[in-house]
C-alpha cells in the first residue's frame, strides 16, 4: 500500500483511510483503507472530503493577538503570542489564585493531547478548572455504565458482534447518517435474520433500515424502558439464574418498574401500548441465552436531564434478560467524537485522572503524582463540568482566564448565548484551533495547530480499539501542535518535569500512568499498534498482554464482580411543554456536517444549507407554515428563524433543528443530568410561527 495509514479526523467510528500526499504536499488524496477491521474499505463523505482543510484559504498560519487599542486581532510572532498568555495567566493566579485560571478540552483531541492537558492543568497551571466537551457527549451513558459495571467502555464488544444478535434495539441512534458505515452491520444482522428495532422520534434513515421503528415523544425513553422491563417480569422471562449469580438489587428495580403497565407507558411516550408489548416479546424470546439481543444508546436517549436515569433503565432491562457477558448480546453506547472514548480515560475531565482513575482517590493521587514527579498534596481536587465550568466564566469566584484547545463551545453549547457572554467577560480567552470557529473570533490570542493529517498519536474509537494516527504530510508553516503549545507554555511557567512534544514519548508516559487503572493503557506503544491488525483494544496492562475486545464475560468491574440493577424514576424533561410552549424541540445531526461546523462547513464539496426546521405537515398546516419558507421557533431562552422542512417523518408534536450553525443553540436548554452534567440538549418546550 503506497501512502500512509490514517484514520479519519472525524467521528468515533473512525474509519481507516490511506493518505497520498500530491503536488509538493499541497494537496492529499483520501482513499479507503481497504481490509480495516472497523470501515472495511468503507467512509462517509465527511471522511472522502477530510483533505478538503489541508491549503484551505481560512486555515489559520499565524498566531493572532487581539490589540488592546484597536480591538483587531494582528498577527505575531509565536513568542509573542505566548509571552503574553503566560504574562496574562500569571496575573489572573496573582489576583485570582490558581483557580483562576482554566482549560477547556476536546473529544477530538488525540489521547497524547487529553493527557497532557489534564497534566498541564494540574501541574503547570496548578489548576482544578478543567473540563471537555464529551459532558455533552456520552457523559450520561459513562455515569450509567460506571454505576451498573464498575467500568465505562463504550462498547463491551466490537461493533461487527451486532451482526450475531437475535435482536438489536438501537434507543436514540441515528447512525447511518452519524456512522453510515456502520449501518452495514444493521443490514447484516437482518440478513442473519436478526429484528433491528429503532427508537426515534424521527423515522430517520437508520428507522428506515430497521424492522421495527417506534416513534416516543422526546424525553420519554425511560418510560419506555420501564414499561419493557414490566412486561418481560409479566411473561416470567427475567434470567433468575443469571440475576442470582451476577447482579444485585434485582427485587428494587423489578418493584420500580411494576406499575408501568403498557397502557401507561403509551399515555407518557405515545408508543402504542402494544408496540411496548412486541418489544417485550421479542427480547423476552432472548432471555437466559436463548437468543442474542443487543440494546444500544446514543445521544437521543443520553442528551437529557434524565440521561444516566435513562441509559440505568436500558442496563436494568439488558440485566434482567441476562445479556451482557453473553455472545453477541449486551449493553452498549454508541460514543461520538474521534475521541470521545479516550479523551475521557486519561484526565481531562475535572473529576479524573489517567487511567480512568478518580481524583479524590488518595491511591490515584498517590500513583500519578509520582509519575508526574510531583506531591501528591500538589495536585488540585476536582473541578467544575463543562457547562458549569462555563458559566462561572468571569464570575465571582469563577476563572478570569480560559485555554481551550478542541471545541467550538459558542456554537455547541447549551443556551450559547449565555456563554457568550461569559466568554466575553474574561480577562484573558485563548484559544487554540486549525480555522477561526465562532469561539476563537471571540479570543485574545488564538494559537492556529496542526490537524490529523499532520501530526501522530493514538485514538480509542467506540470499541475500546486504540488506533495510531499516522502523520502524513508536514503542517504548514507557522502552525504548532498542541503538544507544542503546552510545551511552550509549560516553559514559560516554570512548570516541573519534563514536557515532550513528541506524541510516542507522552504516549509511553500516558502508560505508565494508566498502569493498574481501570483504563489500562501500559502495554501499549505506537510501535505495537503499527504493528496490530488495526489496533489493540484496552484494558492491557503489559507488552505481551493481547488486549481485550471483549469485557464482562466472567465478571463485571465492580469488587464483587456483580453488576447492579439500579431503581429509576420517570420523570420527563426538565421544561414540559405548555400553552406558550406547545412543541417539543429536539437537536441533532446531519450526515453531511460535522458538529460545529468549524470544520465541514468550510470543506467545499460538504453541502453548507445553514440550519433548518424540520416539522410535520399537520403542524406546518396548523401555522400556515410552507417547506422552505421561514419559520421562527421560540423558547424561553432565545429565537431561530429558519427555513421549514416540511416532512411526514417526525412527530406532529415535535420540531428538529440541527446543530451545526449557530442558531439551535440558543434555544436549547441548560438544565443538567445530577450524575453526568450533561445539558438537556434533546428536549426543550418551544413555540413555532410561521
Ligand atoms: N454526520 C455526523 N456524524 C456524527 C457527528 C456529526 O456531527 N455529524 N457527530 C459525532 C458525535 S460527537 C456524536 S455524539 C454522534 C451522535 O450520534 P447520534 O446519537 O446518532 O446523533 P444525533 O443526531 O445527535 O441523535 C440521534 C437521534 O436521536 C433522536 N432523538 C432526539 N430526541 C430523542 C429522544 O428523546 N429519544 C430518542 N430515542 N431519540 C431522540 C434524533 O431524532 C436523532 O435522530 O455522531 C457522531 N457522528
Ligand atoms: N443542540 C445540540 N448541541 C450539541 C449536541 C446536540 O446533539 N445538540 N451535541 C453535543 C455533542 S455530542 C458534542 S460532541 C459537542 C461538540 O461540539 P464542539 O465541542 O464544538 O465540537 P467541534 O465542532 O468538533 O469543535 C472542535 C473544534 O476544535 C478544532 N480542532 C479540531 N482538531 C483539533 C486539535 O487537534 N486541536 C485543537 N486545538 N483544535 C482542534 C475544530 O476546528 C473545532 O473548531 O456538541 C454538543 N452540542
Ligand atoms: S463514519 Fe465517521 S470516521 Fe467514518 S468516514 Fe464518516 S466521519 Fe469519518
Ligand atoms: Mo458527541
Redesign the pocket.
Known amino acids: 500500500m503506497s501512502g500512509t495509514t490514517t484514520h479519519c479526523p472525524y467521528c468515533s467510528l473512525q474509519c481507516g483511510m490511506v493518505l497520498t500526499p500530491g503536488r509538493g504536499g499541497r494537496t492529499l488524496e483520501v482513499t479507503p483503507w481497504e481490509g480495516h477491521p472497523v470501515s472495511e474499505g468503507g467512509l462517509c463523505r465527511k471522511g472522502w472530503t477530510a483533505a478538503g482543510l489541508r491549503g484551505h484559504r481560512e486555515r489559520l498560519t499565524t498566531p493572532l493577538l487581539r490589540d488592546r487599542a484597536s480591538g483587531e486581532l494582528r498577527a505575531v510572532s509565536w513568542d509573542e503570542a505566548l509571552d503574553r498568555v503566560a504574562d496574562g495567566v500569571r496575573a489572573v493566579q496573582a489576583a485570582h489564585g490558581p483557580d483562576g485560571v482554566a482549560v477547556f478540552g476536546g473529544?477530538g483531541l488525540t489521547n497524547e493531547k487529553a493527557y497532557q492537558l489534564g497534566r498541564f492543568a494540574r501541574v503547570a497551571l496548578g489548576t482544578s478548572q478543567v473540563d471537555y466537551n464529551g459532558r455533552?457527549?456520552?457523559s450520561s451513558a459513562a455515569s450509567a455504565s460506571n454505576t451498573a459495571f464498575g467500568i465505562d467502555r463504550g462498547l463491551p464488544f466490537p461493533l461487527a458482534d451486532v451482526e450475531r444478535a437475535d435482536v438489536l434495539v438501537l434507543v436514540g441512534s441515528n447512525l447511518a447518517e452519524t456512522m453510515p458505515p456502520a449501518a452495514r452491520h444493521l443490514d447484516r444482522c437482518r440478513a442473519n435474520g436478526g429484528t433491528v428495532v429503532v427508537v426515534d422520534p424521527r423515522r430517520t434513515a437508520t428507522a428506515e433500515r430497521a424492522d421495527v421503528h417506534l416513534q416516543p415523544v422526546p424525553g420519554t425513553d425511560l418510560a419506555l424502558a420501564l414499561g419493557v422491563l414490566h412486561e418481560i417480569d409479566a411473561r416470567g422471562a427475567v434470567d433468575t439464574a443469571y440475576v442470582a449469580a451476577r447482579t444485585t438489587g434485582w427485587e428494587q428495580a423489578r418493584a420500580a418498574a411494576s406499575g408501568w403497565w403498557p397502557e401507561r407507558v403509551e399515555r407518557v411516550t405515545g408508543v402504542a401500548a402494544d408496540e411496548v408489548r412486541a418489544l417485550a416479546d421479542l427480547l423476552a424470546g432472548c432471555s437466559a441465552g436463548r437468543g442474542s439481543a443487543v440494546v444500544l444508546t446514543a445521544?437521543g436517549a443520553e442528551q437529557h436531564a434524565q440521561g444516566t436515569a435513562t441509559v440505568l433503565a436500558w442496563i436494568d432491562v439488558a440485566l434482567a434478560l441476562g445479556l451482557p457477558g453473553r455472545p453477541h448480546s449486551g449493553y452498549g453506547c454508541l460514543t461520538?467524537?474521534g475521541n470521545?472514548q479516550g479523551g475521557r480515560e486519561h484526565g481531562q475531565k475535572a473529576d479524573q485522572l489517567p487511567g480512568y482513575r478518580m481524583i479524590d482517590d488518595p491511591a490515584a493521587r498517590a500513583h500519578v503524582a509520582a509519575v508526574w514527579g510531583v506531591a501528591p498534596r500538589s495536585l488540585p481536587g476536582p473541578g467544575r463540568s463543562a457547562y458549569e465550568l462555563l458559566e462561572a466564566l468571569g464570575t465571582d469566584g469563577g476563572p478570569r482566564a480560559l485555554l481551550v484547545h478542541g471545541s467550538n463551545v459558542v456554537v455547541s453549547a447549551p443556551h450559547a448565548t449565555h456563554v457568550a457572554e461569559r466568554l466575553e467577560s474574561l480577562d484573558l480567552l485563548v484559544v487554540c484551533d486549525l480555522v477561526m470557529s465562532e469561539t476563537a473570533a471571540l479570543a485574545d490570542v488564538v494559537l492556529p495547530v496542526t490537524q490529523w493529517a499532520e501530526e501522530a498519536g493514538t485514538m480509542t474509537n467506540l470499541e475500546g480499539r486504540v488506533l495510531l494516527r499516522q502523520r502524513a504530510v508536514a503542517p504548514p508553516d507557522g502552525v504548532r501542535s498542541d503538544l507544542e503549545v503546552m510545551a511552550g507554555l509549560a516553559q514559560r511557567l516554570d512548570a516541573p518535569g519534563e514536557w515532550s512534544t513528541d506524541p510516542a514519548v507522552v504516549f509511553a508516559e500516558l502508560g505508565r500512568a494508566s498502569a493498574g487503572g481501570r483504563a489500562d493503557y501500559a502495554g501499549l506503544s505506537h510501535e505495537r499498534i503499527a504493528a496490530s491488525d488495526g489496533g489493540l483494544f484496552w484494558p492491557c496492562p503489559d507488552a505481551g498482554h493481547p488486549g481485550t475486545p471483549r469485557l464482562f464475560g466472567e465478571r463485571f468491574a465492580h469488587p464483587d464482580g456483580r453488576a447492579r440493577f439500579v431503581v429509576v424514576e420517570h420523570r420527563g424533561p426538565a421544561e414540559p411543554v405548555d400553552a406558550a410552549y406547545p412543541v417539543h424541540l429536539t437537536t441533532g445531526r446531519v450526515l453531511a456536517q460535522y458538529q460545529s461546523g468549524a470544520q465541514t462547513r468550510r470543506v467545499r464539496d460538504l453541502p453548507d444549507t445553514g440550519p433548518f426546521v424540520e416539522l410535520h405537515p399537520m403542524l406546518a398546516d396548523r401555522l400556515g407554515a410552507h417547506d422552505g419558507e421561514p419559520v421562527v421557533v421560540t423558547t424561553r431562552r432565545g429565537e431561530l428563524k429558519a427555513p421549514a422542512r416540511v416532512t411526514s417523518t417526525i412527530r406532529p408534536d415535535t420540531v428538529f433543528v440541527p446543530f451545526h450553525w449557530v442558531g439551535a443553540n440558543r434555544l436549547t436548554n441548560d438544565a443538567l443530568d445530577p450524575a453526568s452534567r450533561m445539558p438537556e440538549f434533546k428536549v426543550c418546550a418551544a413555540a413555532v410561527r410561521a
Do not use: F
Request: hydrophobic share 25%.
Open positions: 473529544g455533552w457527549c456520552m445521544r461520538g467524537q470521545g
